[in-house]
């Protein structure tokens, strides 16, 4: 189990905008809840679902009980044999889907979403197993309730594997919970200084800063996870949340492409899938948009995944661009008419880093940070995108 996926979960009970409340549980169900957290962080996992079925039950509109039956579920699919890790990823990704319908900012569903589609993890330092056994057991501590002999964990951990932040993350979290912010804004800065690419220590940091009305610190540390890992939803939502009162409010992209092109690792051979769905509500400029791309995708096998990604963007919408010329026919999707003005001002490759995130782009994302120190902040306030 990662320590740092079960902290989503709790660290959601503190909301910074009153729309959040869609993702809590009521009385009951928080009783069912916090029995299937501690559960789950005992590796009980058919046990802990059952309690978040009842959980559900007992407050249908609570995205949290789902959301969590989707994070086991994702465990599970982990451990399982390939015959049944697909199944299990496919229950993972519905109740994923369900949870952020009842509450499109549920951060645990988000995090669910981002290791379906990209399985790949950051760079960060993983624990020893030693130290891996002192976390599990301050888990168990924290999910009873006993914050101090946790805490007393935690930093046994920290110091059993100095290189591994997660452990000071989980000590901030002990004392986040109790409302404890400037105690808790040192643990979760430790942990980003020591590991700046931990999104989540960042975003962890940034509310125990909002907690302290330091407004402008909390938006820069948002950032600062968002340069650790942009596909890490639940940065966007609080961003979002920090700057929707301001002049420099975020809209969503709302990408949904409508072909995808892919290379078959057994034959070699390219191969085109079409959501037909989508393909029939599109005019016919954006249906032969996501054809050039799905195509040109996978037109070049030895590039790497962003080359591929960002030649794909350039011809399609170069293609498209000859199409509007002879036929006057534009693009109509309101997201490739927001990623075609990013293309005319000569950043689409930052748009693809920032808003089609994958782990996969990581030495293109390093070189491109180090180029344009500025860069994350100056797109987002330029257009006012986020994924």
Known sequence: MSPLIRLLLILCLWPLTPVRASILCNEACTVFQKEGNLLYSMGKYQEAIEKFKLADKADPTASIPVSSIAQVLLQVAGNASPEHAAAYRQQAEAAAHEALRRASGDPLASEVLRQLLDAKPPPLHQPSQQTGSIVQAGEILFQRAQYAEALDKFEAAAASDPQYSGAWVLAGDCFYVQGKWAEAETRFRKAAELEPLNGQAWRFLSDALAQQRRLGEADVALLNGIAAQP????????????????????????????????????????????????????????YGFWLVYAMSSVANPSATPFQSELDAWRRAFATTDEVAAKTDKALSNPALLALQKVVLENQLEAAILLLMYRESFRPEFEAWKAAHPQGIKTFIERYGLRP
Do not use: C, E, F, M
């Open 231 to 286: 596909n890490q939803i639940p940065n966007w939502d609080k961003l979002a949340a920090l700057r929707a009162a301001t002049s420099l409010p975020l809209k969503r992209l709302n990408l949904v492409r409508t072909a995808s092109g892919r290379i078959d690792p057994t034959t070699g051979k390219p191969t085109i899938t079409i959501d037909a769905n989508v393909a029939a509500q599109s005019k016919p400029p954006d």
